[in-house]
């Protein structure tokens, strides 16, 4: 392989994939470096409703949709973990375990982990665990559900369950909410939200393949077909020297970020929305926005 590059994309979840395909149609060759499977999050995604032109699919199959157009483009990949990067001069470092390259237009599209309650917590995907009501909430319509945290996001999680699901319990390890007041009265003032202070969750009870039930430190148990883990989240972003707010990139307009000719895409920035579609349209931004520049 060369060992220099107009553009390279570090991830090749739906951003980064996005990115890559306009990026060569664009007249570019980027390399594209993936550490696991292309993909991203989408191979762990059961159920998708909401990707416009698929009115229901899975991730690992949209995954591979989109791989497939990456790789009619014959856009050129390498397996492996980035590691390490020197962004200060004009042609960008990008150091990983087996290779050191260089690019002029460097493309960060890492994305995020959710944290997890239990480090095995990836083998209930799809049996009743999940971290994204937005995205699975709808398959527990009318039924009992809790949701674990109590930042904004367990709140935000909580209240939009409330309107689809019969019960929504919400398991938080102290006394006090962190969210903001305002979210927290909202909870409050839902009739069908429980709150159940001073307890963690020790034990999921699955049943035939599904959660019927979890357990609580404190002994009692809560009878639930979902439950919604939402204890944070950490962008994929430690090793990437660019300006940060609360480890998610900022990016600007064009999705550069404050170091020239560095662009970032996809979960890893720091926004409102993170979808599939949002990540999609700042992978297209990226590549737009290189592709003028280089062009100049
Ligand atoms: C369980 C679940 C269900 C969801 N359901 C939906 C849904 O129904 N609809 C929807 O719109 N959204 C859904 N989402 C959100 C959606 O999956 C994300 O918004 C989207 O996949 C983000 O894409 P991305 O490309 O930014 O990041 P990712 O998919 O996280 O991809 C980042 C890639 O970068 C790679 N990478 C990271 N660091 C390095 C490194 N140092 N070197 C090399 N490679 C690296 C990773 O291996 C990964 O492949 C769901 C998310 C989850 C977790």
């Given at each position: 392989?060369?060992?220099?590059?107009?553009?390279?994309?570090?991830?090749?979840?739906?951003?980064?994939?996005?990115?890559?395909?306009?990026?060569?149609?664009?007249?570019?060759?980027?390399?594209?470096?993936?550490e696991?499977?292309?993909?991203?999050?989408?191979?762990?995604?059961?159920?998708?409703?909401?990707?416009?032109?698929?009115?229901?699919?899975?991730?690992?199959?949209?995954?591979?949709?989109?791989?497939?157009?990456?790789?009619?483009?014959?856009?050129?990949?390498?397996?492996?973990?980035?590691?390490?990067?020197?962004?200060?001069?004009?042609?960008?470092?990008?150091?990983?375990?087996?290779?050191?390259?260089?690019?002029?237009?460097?493309?960060?599209?890492?994305?995020?982990?959710?944290?997890?309650?239990?480090?095995?917590?990836?083998?209930?995907?799809?049996?009743?665990?999940?971290?994204?009501a937005?995205?699975?909430?709808?398959?527990?319509?009318?039924?009992?559900?809790?949701?674990?945290?109590?930042?904004?996001?367990?709140?935000?999680?909580?209240?939009?369950?409330?309107?689809?699901c019969?019960?929504?319990?919400?398991?938080?390890?102290?006394?006090?909410?962190?969210?903001?007041?305002?979210l927290?009265?909202?909870?409050?003032?839902?009739?069908?939200?429980?709150i159940?202070?001073?307890?963690?969750?020790?034990?999921?009870?699955?049943?035939?393949?599904?959660?019927?039930?979890?357990?609580?430190?404190?002994?009692?148990?809560?009878?639930?077909?979902?439950?919604?883990?939402?204890?944070?989240?950490?962008?994929?972003?430690?090793?990437?020297?660019?300006?940060?707010?609360?480890?998610?990139?900022?990016?600007?307009?064009?999705?550069?970020?404050?170091?020239?000719?560095?662009?970032?895409?996809?979960?890893?920035?720091?926004?409102?929305?993170?979808?599939?579609?949002?990540?999609?349209?700042?992978?297209?931004?990226?590549?737009?926005?290189i592709?003028?520049?280089?062009?100049?």
């Amino acid at each position: 392989m060369k060992e220099k590059y107009d553009v390279i994309v570090i991830g090749s979840g739906m951003a980064g994939m996005t990115a890559a395909i306009y990026l060569k149609r664009g007249g570019l060759n980027p390399l594209v470096i993936e550490e696991g499977a292309p993909g991203g999050q989408l191979n762990k995604i059961n159920v998708i409703e909401n990707y416009p032109g698929f009115a229901k699919t899975d991730g690992p199959t949209l995954s591979a949709e989109v791989f497939k157009q990456v790789e009619a483009l014959d856009v050129e990949y390498l397996y492996d973990k980035v590691v390490k990067l020197d962004l200060t001069k004009e042609e960008k470092m990008v150091k990983t375990i087996n290779h050191k390259l260089y690019c002029k237009y460097l493309v960060i599209a890492t994305g995020r982990l959710s944290k997890k309650l239990f480090n095995d917590d990836d083998k209930y995907a799809g049996k009743g665990i999940s971290y994204c009501a937005l995205c699975d909430g709808n398959l527990y319509k009318g039924q009992d559900v809790a949701v674990v945290g109590g930042g904004n996001s367990a709140m935000e999680e909580a209240l939009y369950l409330s309107e689809i699901c019969k019960t929504v319990t919400i398991i938080y390890r102290g006394d006090t909410f962190r969210a903001d007041a305002a979210l927290v009265d909202d909870v409050k003032k839902t009739k069908n939200i429980k709150i159940v202070y001073n307890a963690n969750v020790t034990e999921y009870n699955i049943e035939n393949g599904k959660l019927t039930s979890v357990l609580l430190d404190t002994g009692s148990t809560v009878e639930v077909s979902g439950l919604f883990i939402s204890i944070g989240s950490s962008p994929s972003a430690e090793i990437f020297d660019v300006e940060k707010d609360k480890g998610f990139i900022i990016v600007d307009d064009e999705c550069m970020t404050n170091v020239e000719n560095v662009y970032a895409c996809g979960d890893v920035i720091k926004k409102n929305v993170y979808q599939l579609t949002t990540a999609a349209g700042e992978g297209t931004t990226v590549a737009y926005s290189i592709i003028k520049k280089s062009k100049k």
